[in-house]
């Protein structure tokens, strides 16, 4: 009896699916398991080689004389580039890539919560919109969410990195504001949970 236990126990281990990170054996998929379809999914990668590594936009220190409060990140979705005011007439301009357009939007918000490596879990109207998309993508390099994420209001929206540097200027999210991941880990630093956060749409 106990060896019949034995051998439906290991059975069982075999035939359980593996809630991992996903796996990078090819260079340009991304496999992981999908608890909502009860399958692995494959996602092809854009191929590293025939893409810059780095955003041609780099941030600066300006000056600022705005109506914006130290503290404040303003989000120009038309310039596309934030900027945090530093205080004492100084501010911080980062590149950013936008929604593309149907995707633009605008108000004023607070920063609700912030992740390091966060996982991505693509909103309903999202995955309708994309069937193949995953349920739920875990944390790491190749995230849609970057190394960082800041998440804005009540919104289905994030302030985040990207694996993707070449979109950073350009508008082609869902609605999401993008950033390099160096460009997000720095303004991550800078601020935290209660930030205002202003977005212009003009």
């Known amino acids: 009896m106990m060896r019949k236990i034995l051998l439906l126990a290991a059975a069982a281990l075999v035939a359980a699916p593996t809630f991992a990170t996903p796996s990078f054996a090819d260079d340009d998929v991304v496999r992981f398991w999908d608890p909502s379809s009860g399958t692995i999914q494959t996602i092809k990668r854009n191929p590293s080689a025939s893409r810059p590594t780095e955003s041609k936009i780099k941030k600066e220190l300006i000056d600022y004389t705005g109506p914006y409060s130290k503290g404040t990140i303003i989000v120009n979705t038309g310039e596309r580039r934030l900027y945090y005011v530093m205080g004492d007439g100084k501010a911080m301009k980062y590149g950013i890539g936008v929604g593309r357009p149907g995707f633009t939007w605008s108000g004023e918000h ?74 997000v880990a720095d303004l991550y630093e800078r601020v935290g949970v209660g930030t205002k956060v202003v977005v212009l749409h003009e």
């Open 110 to 183: 607070h920063i609700t919560r912030k992740a390091e490596w966060p996982g991505w879990t693509p909103p309903p109207a999202m995955r309708k919109r994309q069937p193949k998309l995953p349920y739920f993508m875990p944390g790491g390099p190749d995230n849609p969410l970057g190394a960082r994420a800041m998440y804005i209001g009540s919104t289905i929206y994030r302030i985040h990195g990207t694996a993707e540097p070449w979109t950073i200027g350009e508008a082609v999210s869902s609605g999401c504001i993008r950033m390099t991941n160096d460009d």
